[in-house]
């Protein structure tokens, strides 16, 4: 019977399993997000996409930035911007960060291992930075398995949301201290982004797609593009553009001085096997020259 198997559950410490596997399918989403979070990351409804990363400089995909995707079985796709908010609200941010950082930890060691430097990115929430484990997390994951923290570029965004500005500027040096490379996401629509520029430790800054997408038709944002790109480099930071979507965008930011960029042009977000294919036919491309 339902009290026997009940008590049977209690007895092996499983009543927090049977518990959600009677509830989770009823239960109001944003109720149940904790164990439904734990749930996709079990089993495999959470996954990891990479989009790569092209530099100007050397013509080549020289990394990839990788982007959580949650593939719900009844719900469908669940935009990351509105999941990871909730992750927040629920407690779960911990859990997916970490998680992250060892998935794309495990992409980056075999990409790199093809014999060319390449950089991973992730995203680190702006509810994150300022936790007081956040640096011993990092290091032990690195440190764990054996990886190199200057091939880790870490981007921030939504800096305006951080709750203790100290906390974090002090997590961000020290993270800076040890190699990890810093970046500051959607650089552009922040009410405060030229604060940032000056106040935040960081090693490149990446142009929000609104931006970007707009500057082969407007002289406007050509301008403010052209200068923010001169004005990144004068403080010793590389630019990265996001959102190219067409030839003519990849060739202006290419004579503006951008350092690098990501774009459907240039590639989509895709599942790891697909983009190692994508990097593996890129190497051979150049090795073939
Ligand atoms: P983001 O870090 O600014 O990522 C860039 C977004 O632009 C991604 O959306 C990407 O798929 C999209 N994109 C790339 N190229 C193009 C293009 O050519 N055209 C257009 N229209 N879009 C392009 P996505 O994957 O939906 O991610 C949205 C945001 O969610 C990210 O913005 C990031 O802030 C957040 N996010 C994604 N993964 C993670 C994660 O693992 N952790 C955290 N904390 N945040 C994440
Ligand atoms: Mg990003
Ligand atoms: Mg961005
Ligand atoms: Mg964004």
Redesign the pocket.
């Known amino acids: 019977s339902a009290l026997v198997s009940a008590n049977e559950a209690l007895a092996n410490g499983r009543v927090v399993e049977l518990f959600e596997a009677h509830r989770l399918a009823e239960a109001p989403w944003e109720l149940s997000l904790h164990a439904r979070i734990d749930e996709g990351l079990r089993n495999g409804d959470i996954w990891l996409?990479f989009?790569p990363q092209w530099r100007f400089r050397d013509q080549r995909i020289y990394g990839a930035?990788?982007?959580?995707r949650w593939n719900h079985p009844t719900r469908g796709p669940i935009?990351?911007?509105a999941f990871?908010l909730q992750a927040e609200r629920a407690g779960r941010i911990d859990a997916?960060?970490y998680w992250?950082l060892e998935e794309a930890i495990t992409a980056a060691l075999i990409v790199n291992a093809m014999g060319e430097r390449f950089q991973m990115s992730?995203?680190?929430?702006a509810q994150m930075v300022d936790k007081a484990d956040l640096v011993a997390r990092f290091t032990e994951i690195v440190t764990r398995r054996g990886f190199e923290p200057s091939l880790l570029t870490i981007?921030i965004?939504e800096t305006s949301s951080v709750r203790n500005r100290p906390a974090a500027c002090h997590n961000l040096t020290l993270l800076r201290g040890m190699g990890f490379r810093l970046s500051i996401?959607?650089f552009g629509t922040g009410e405060a982004s030229l604060t940032y520029l000056a106040d935040l430790p960081s090693d490149e800054l990446k142009l929000d797609?609104r931006f970007v997408s707009r500057i082969v038709s407007n002289p406007r944002e050509r301008a403010i593009v052209s200068n923010t790109i001169m004005l990144a480099h004068a403080l010793g930071q590389e630019v990265v553009a996001?959102?190219?979507?067409d030839a003519a965008t990849f060739g202006l930011l290419h004579e503006l001085g951008c350092d690098s960029g990501?774009?459907?042009?240039l590639g989509r977000?895709q599942p790891f096997a697909s983009f190692r294919t994508v990097y593996e036919e890129s190497l051979q491309k150049r090795r073939s020259q």
Request: glycine share 6%; net charge negative.
């Open positions: 996409a989009q930035e990788a982007l959580i935009s990351p911007d990871i997916l960060t992250v992730v995203n680190l929430s981007e965004t996401d959607d797609r996001e959102g190219i979507e990501q774009g459907y042009y977000p």
